[in-house]
């Protein structure tokens, strides 16, 4: 599924990123832990090089921890030396704390060069990701407050905005950025999944088929489980739409004359995972 939607606030991000990477300490990098490797934007590798990274992988409360556990390795290595890397759940009062410790050792150097002045350091953190993966509402879990702006949605943030989270911690919350060309199907496939990707350029028909194999190859019980029974002829898109059609049917989505709302159907599936209600998944 081609998936192409890159627009003009994204790129001024991007460049806003750029400009901005040269006055942080830190980068705050946000994943969500249900597709935590589609969270990996190329575009950001080159704006953050050199620099020391926390990667806060969010939403563990809607993940698959033993599929996510393996890749947690990988995902620092990809970083350096200077990375580390913190599980959160951002809608939880209080979870983000744990952060503040971990700035501070990254930025242990510069906290022991200012002491040793006699001055007070104020740790500057870039918080960066994908759209909708949290890092509006990690900035708020911080400061315990709403002082920026969250959303159910992809692009809600729109613009930079400096928010101080502690007398010495101050985080630029930063719109949700993908890259130009998401040429990786699979990738392209996940961030539509998790709503990354605006709705009003999803074909939900072609992405629920897309979704259907998805599962039935890795997790073949999560739809049976909410549906009931299903039986799949085969993988393709003619074999996943009976699929789809006896999902309609167990959801009561067909009319009296036998028409099946697919629209309805595709939604909900796609509804009900970002709601979790097909268990906890992590797709890799
Ligand atoms: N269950 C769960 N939901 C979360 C978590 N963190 C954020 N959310 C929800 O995810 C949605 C997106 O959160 P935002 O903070 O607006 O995401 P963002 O990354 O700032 O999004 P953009 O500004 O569009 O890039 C909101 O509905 C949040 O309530 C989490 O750890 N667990
Ligand atoms: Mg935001």
Redesign the pocket.
């Known amino acids: 599924m081609v998936i192409n939607w890159f627009p003009g606030h994204m790129t001024k991000a991007l460049r806003t990123m750029q400009a901005e990477v040269k006055n942080v300490d830190c980068v705050v990098y ?1 994943l969500d ?1 249900r597709a935590p490797l589609a969270c990996l934007n190329p575009e950001f590798d080159k704006i953050i090089a050199g620099k020391a990274v926390l990667v806060a992988v ?5 993940c698959d921890f033993e599929k996510l556990e393996p890749v947690l390795p990988q995902i620092k290595a990809r970083f350096g030396e200077n990375a580390d890397l913190v599980l ?5 009062s209080g ?1 983000g704390k744990k952060i503040f410790e971990k700035i501070e050792h990254l930025c242990h150097e510069k906290i022991a060069r200012n002491q040793a002045k006699g001055i007070s350091t104020i740790i500057r953190a870039m918080v960066i ?13 911080l400061c315990g407050k709403a002082k ?11 613009g930079k905005q400096w928010v101080a989270v502690s007398k010495n911690v101050h985080l630029l ?5 993908l890259y130009p060309n998401l040429a990786d199907e699979k990738t392209a496939r996940y961030l539509a999944y998790v ?1 990354s990707i605006k709705t009003e350029v999803l074909d939900f028909g072609e992405l629920a088929i897309c979704f259907v194999r998805d599962m039935l190859a890795q997790y073949p019980n999560a739809l049976s489980d909410r549906y009931g029974a299903l039986t799949a002829q085969g993988t393709d898109n003619f074999a996943l739409a009976g699929v789809l059609e006896q999902i309609a049917t167990a959801r009561h989505f067909v009319s009296k004359g036998g028409e099946v709302d697919y629209d309805r159907t595709c939604f909900a599936i796609l509804d009900d995972f970002r709601k ?1 209600r097909l268990g906890k998944i992590t797709l890799l």
């Open positions: 946000v832990a969010n939403k563990i409360d809607l959160l759940n951002s809608t939880l979870s990701g994908v759209p909708n993966c949290g890092k509006s509402t990690l900035i708020n879990n920026t702006i969250t959303g159910d949605k992809a692009g809600v943030t729109r919350d930063t719109p949700g950025t709503g979790s």
